[in-house]
């Protein structure tokens, strides 16, 4: 069983567009978050949810909208595609919103034309 | 904000070399943690951190948290094949949020 998956593993969608990727956890973690991935490898948090509340908020364009139905699950849902959101976003989960162990999911390389 | 400065970004070494790392910080950190990314996959947890001077090991791998509380190593002794991917330090400050250094490449010619 896959602890914490996310689909799908790839997205090609053309500018404008509007997408969303899903993600689910079956570890009973009561945090989950959204990372993404550039070009160069670099890991920044773009949200945070704890029991389905959101904590942390990075300064992502309003495009990005995640929403956590409970706390198995966070979704993120992106409108109007930019070229310059091409990446690989990560989903993640701790025990807390104190646990520094996260896990992560396999990634959802999204492609934007 | 906190940034965590990962060095080297690249290593290329022989097999059965070890391999050494560091992450420093700007800030002191309560927790330290070391991930690996192989390609096409996420990161996953290698070696978590949480006391100043704390050094602890999992198979090869070694991790020290550093004195300062503001920098932290990563080991690896006699690196095989699959040790190839991208290792990633991280370090949180309390309840904020977990920030990753850049990660270094590694890279193992048989």
């Known amino acids: 069983d896959t602890a914490v998956s996310q689909t799908p593993k790839y997205l090609v969608t053309q500018m404008g567009n509007d997408k969303s990727i899903k993600c689910e956890q079956n570890l009973g973690h009561d945090t989950m978050y959204w990372y993404k991935q550039d070009s160069k490898k670099f890991l920044k948090i773009m949200f945070s949810y704890n029991n389905k509340e959101l904590i942390i908020n990075e300064t992502v364009p309003n495009r990005f909208s995640p929403k956590s139905p409970d706390k198995a699950h966070l979704n993120l849902h992106i409108n109007s595609l930019e070229l310059g959101d091409s990446a690989v976003y990560f989903c993640?989960?701790?025990?807390?919103?104190?646990?520094?162990?996260?896990?992560f999911g396999e990634g959802s390389r999204l492609t934007v034309l | 904000g906190q940034q965590l400065n990962q060095s080297p970004q690249s290593m290329f070494i022989q097999e059965g070399e070890d391999v050494s790392m560091n992450c420093t910080s700007s800030s002191i950190f309560n927790t330290w943690l070391w991930y690996k990314q192989d390609p096409g996959e996420g990161p996953v947890l290698l070696i978590a951190?949480?006391?100043?001077?704390e050094l602890t090991s999992n198979g090869r791998l070694t991790a020290q948290f550093g004195i300062t509380r503001k920098d932290s190593f990563l080991n690896i002794s006699a690196s095989i094949p699959s040790d190839v991917g991208i290792y990633f330090c991280a370090g949180r400050q309390g309840a904020q949020k977990l920030v990753f250094g850049q990660g270094t490449r590694l890279t193992i010619n048989p």
């Open positions: 993640a989960s701790s025990p807390n919103a104190g646990a520094g162990e996260l896990f």
């Open positions: 951190l949480y006391k100043a001077g």
